[in-house]
């Protein structure tokens, strides 16, 4: 082999640059996420798995409608039938925050572990943060 | 028909992932096939570098197109024509992260006459430095999977990448850009005849097969949404070496378990494939070697060092009554009278 030392060294860089990911996690247990549930409400706005994945949009169009088309009501698409308290106000402090009293220990924490930021607080203020 | 033969192989590995997540074989897709293909990855690309380092450089031949180091009033081009190794890093640097080689790019035109016309073309270089930098910029992204805690510079990159703010989960430009330049880069092969000409499989199936990550990747972002921490858990669990499989994914799972698939795929390809250009880069002698070979002696290791160098002079101390006898100029002359020496 020539120019062994520079070839190996290169080849060490590459491999430690390529597992960084190992490196950045080691030494440290695989905690599961804990959340913050509601005490009182049984279930969310629509079913819980349709939530994880899908709360970003159920917003975004909360936000359009009421926003653009100040259609402020709304009525849960998928526990439609035989449900009666499925209605809610679109508003993302007054009702996701309602049920979920403790943005810290549920939005945040989820989104914390899950690497996303939601810009949405630049403007909108948490119940328990207010002035 | 190499075009038909790529498209059916990345076809081919979607139905076969999709046939496995099916069958309920998620440890095999979600941990055995990942981790293997990690490993051939940094295994195989290991044994092409170290493979390539075996190989002789006979001549000393970086490539150059500016003035060399010469006398010390005629201006050396340092960058163009490196004479030691910072300069041959520098040059280095530039070639990998922003292609200066390819951005001096030409296409030929046969034009009437005959006659052939070379004219600069960038297009080639704009696509490929913004595949490589997108490409490069999704997959740090991706690092909110692979690590907890998240690094800081994620963050940084979800605020500028979906800095236009534009629906929920929020757009990313890298998702659009990426999608838009690979096709550009496969539509080249397919218009250009010259291209088409000398386009393999080879070529084609890396094209398709990062598009169809990346399609898989958008599909799963914004319409078949999965439950991002059934998915970290997943990922995290493979880069803290405490594989798990979670089973609250969400129906969609086997759009995570396909995007995975087509990944593993790529990285137990790529030592195989044209993609170690991404070592090849570094140990190209054309690239690597500093131009100062009127200073330093370059010797080609092939070079057996029982074979003496045999100077002219002793040449001529060997043959010197031979060549007398014929009547050939000789340089020292046996009877001690000195011809032409200098
Ligand atoms: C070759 C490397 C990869 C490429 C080019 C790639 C490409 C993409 C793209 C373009 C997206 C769309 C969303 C975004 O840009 O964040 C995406 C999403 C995603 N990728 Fe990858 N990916 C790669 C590797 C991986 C790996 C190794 C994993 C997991 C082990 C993974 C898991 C995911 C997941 C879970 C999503 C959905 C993210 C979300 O919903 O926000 N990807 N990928």
Partial sequence: MYNKKAVLAGVVAFIILMTAPFWLNAGREHKKLELEKPQFEKECVEPIKWMRAGHM??????????????????????????????????????????????KKKFCDKCHTYAGVKPYCWECHVAPEEKI | MSMLVS?????????????????????????????TAVLVFLGGFTYRIIDWARSPVPF????????????????????????????????????????????????????????????SDKFLWLGGIVFHWTFLVIVLRHFRLFVEPVPGFVHL?????????????????????????VTYLFIRRVVIPQVKYISLAAD???????????????????????????????????????????????????????????????????????????????????????????????????????????????????????MKSVGLPLEKDVDGEEEGEK
């Fill in chain 1, 57 to 102: 949009q159920l917003l975004d169009n909360w936000r359009n409608e009421a926003v653009r088309e100040s259609k402020r009501d709304y009525t849960s698409e998928h526990f439609k039938a035989g449900h009666d308290n499925k209605k809610f106000k679109k508003s993302l402090t007054l009702t996701c925050l309602d049920c979920h009293k403790n």
């Fill in chain 2, 7 to 35: 498209l059916i192989a990345v076809f081919g590995l979607v139905a076969v992932s999709y046939m496995m997540e099916l069958v309920g074989l998620h440890t095999v897709l979600g941990i055995i096939i990942p981790y």
């Fill in chain 2, 60 to 119: 000393k031949i970086p490539t150059t197109c500016g003035q060399q180091e010469s006398l010390s009033w005629i201006k050396h081009n340092k960058l163009e024509s490196p004479s030691t190794t910072g300069q041959v890093m520098a040059r280095m640097f530039l070639e990998v992260f922003f292609f200066r080689s390819l951005f001096r790019n030409t296409k030929t035109d046969a034009t009437e006459g005959p006659r052939l016309l070379y004219t």
């Fill in chain 2, 157 to 181: 990159l979800e605020s500028v990448d979906g800095f236009i703010q534009l629906t929920l989960p929020t757009f990313y430009m890298t998702d659009m850009v990426i999608v838009l330049v």
């Fill in chain 2, 204 to 322: 084609f199936f890396p094209l398709l097969l990062i598009l169809a990550i990346a399609l898989t990747g958008i599909l799963m972002r914004y319409i078949l949404k999965v439950n991002i921490v059934g998915v970290k858990e997943l990922v995290h669990g493979l880069f803290a070496l405490s594989p798990v499989i979670p089973d609250n994914l969400g129906s969609t799972a086997y759009i995570f378990y396909i995007h995975l698939f087509l990944v593993s795929s790529l990285l137990v390809y790529f030592p195989f494939s044209k993609l170690m250009h991404m070592g090849g880069v570094f140990m190209s002698p054309t690239r690597n070697l500093p131009n100062d070979s009127r200073k330093h002696r370059h010797i080609n290791p092939w070079n057996d060092p029982n074979i003496k160098p045999h100077s002219y002079e002793a040449y001529e101390d060997d043959f010197r009554k031979v």
